[in-house]
């Protein structure tokens, strides 16, 4: 292993094709659910790239805005090669400030990895609820990130073995 750098930034729609292979792994484990290449085009500005001293992308993550409080993390992809290596904390407080600089106040995911995110400060989320009528509104969402916060029926089979974990920032 050597002690090469790397360097965070926000995406472009030229790294859509290196998030899908980023996360094409993930995927193939049932540990991320997979995107469309549409839809990733279609949220490539949620996205930051880590990358390496040659400009290859290590790293993906992004951040979705779900209500005027509440983001998720999303995507959160590292090479394996660069695991272990500082691209999944750097690559996520990264996504945290982006929170904090939209004014958000609390991030939610939905992860295998809860050791990483407790570290962050992320915690299982339990059955903490929000306010109703927010609860009414986001009912209404069809983004699967929202049904998967708010627990609804019909993303259990998505959501098997995973854990809904909060940080309120």
Not at 42 to 71: N, S, T, Y
Not at 99 to 119: N, Q
Not at 124 to 134: F, K, L
């Amino acid at each position: 292993m050597t002690d090469a750098t790397f360097t965070v930034r926000a995406a472009r729609t030229s790294d859509v094709p290196r998030i899908q292979q980023l996360v094409e792994p993930h995927v193939d484990t049932r540990v991320l659910l997979g995107k469309d290449v549409v839809t990733l085009y279609g949220d490539v500005q949620e996205f930051r790239i880590a990358e390496d001293e040659k400009g290859v992308p290590i790293g993906c993550g992004a951040l979705h805005v779900m209500w005027e409080d509440l983001g998720e993390v999303r995507t959160l992809a590292v090479a394996s090669g660069w695991l272990r290596r500082g691209v999944g904390h750097a690559l996520l407080n990264q996504l945290e400030q982006d929170a904090r600089d939209l004014g958000l106040s609390r991030l939610f995911c939905l992860t295998f990895e809860v050791d990483f995110f407790e570290k962050h400060g992320f915690a299982p989320m339990g059955e903490e609820t929000v306010d109703p009528a927010v609860y009414e509104q986001l009912l209404r969402s069809t983004d699967e990130g929202v049904a998967e916060f708010l627990d609804l029926a019909r993303v259990k089979p998505n959501t098997l073995g995973n854990t809904r974990m909060l940080k309120h920032l």
